[in-house]
């Protein structure tokens, strides 16, 4: 529980919450852990959706599909992070979404409605915790956001500059790494992995970028 605990303090919703208040404010959510093996389903789409994850191990891919078994990769999230926030908060009872666990994951699961209402004792923390998933749900919007900008490019390559300069920005450098493999990357961006792989390629050949598996080179003019 300790190392739990931990990596609770680095989740943004227990952002300012004191370590000694950790247990009480677990118990207060009616907090559940589950742990999960890799690509085991942790959440189907459609399923009733009522509590909030806090990924405390291993990572986890928010994804939806339509009925014609195309995938579209919303994100991916790491320890510390959350999922469901926003469907749960919002009353939506069935998921939009399915949760697969990447690699073996353990998962904190919270009662989304005692998150956002007093309780009965008026624990100090709650206060906080509403600024805190207010934030949260702020960030996720802004995310969302800025997927929304890449894929309404045009073309795939326009879509994978968007996407590449952003993450470029992200790290500071020129010189980065993606979450994501081809195929999911391909997902993530809606575009054919095939083709976005000939255009990275093409890409490559003029000069404007390099890179091997996860890691990218950007070499635009200054």
Sequence with gaps: MKNDIKILQMS?????????????????LDGQ??????????????ETLKKVGVILKGCV??????????????EMLEPGE????????AGIKNSPVSITSISESKVLFLEA???LSVCPTACPFHQKMVENMVYILARKNVMLSEKIGHISKRSTREKLLSYL?????????????????RQKL???LCVERSAMSAELSKLRGE????????EFWLYGQD
């Design 207 to 214: 000069g404007l970028l390099d890179y091997k598996k996860f």
């Design 33 to 46: 852990m589950k742990t999960y093996g890799k690509n085991e389903r942790i959440l189907t789409e459609a």
């Design 165 to 181: 300069s952003s993450q470029s920005k992200k790290a500071g450098s020129r010189h980065f790494f993606i979450p994501f493999n």
């Design 113 to 115: 409605g005692r998150i």
């Design 186 to 188: 391909a997902d993530y």
């Design 12 to 28: 943004p919703l227990f952002t300012g919450v004191n370590e000694q208040d950790m247990e009480e404010m677990i118990s207060c």
């Design 61 to 74: 891919q928010v994804e939806n599909e339509d009925v014609f078994g195309n995938r579209n990769i919303q």
């Design 82 to 89: 959350l999922f469901g926030a926003a469907y749960a908060c």
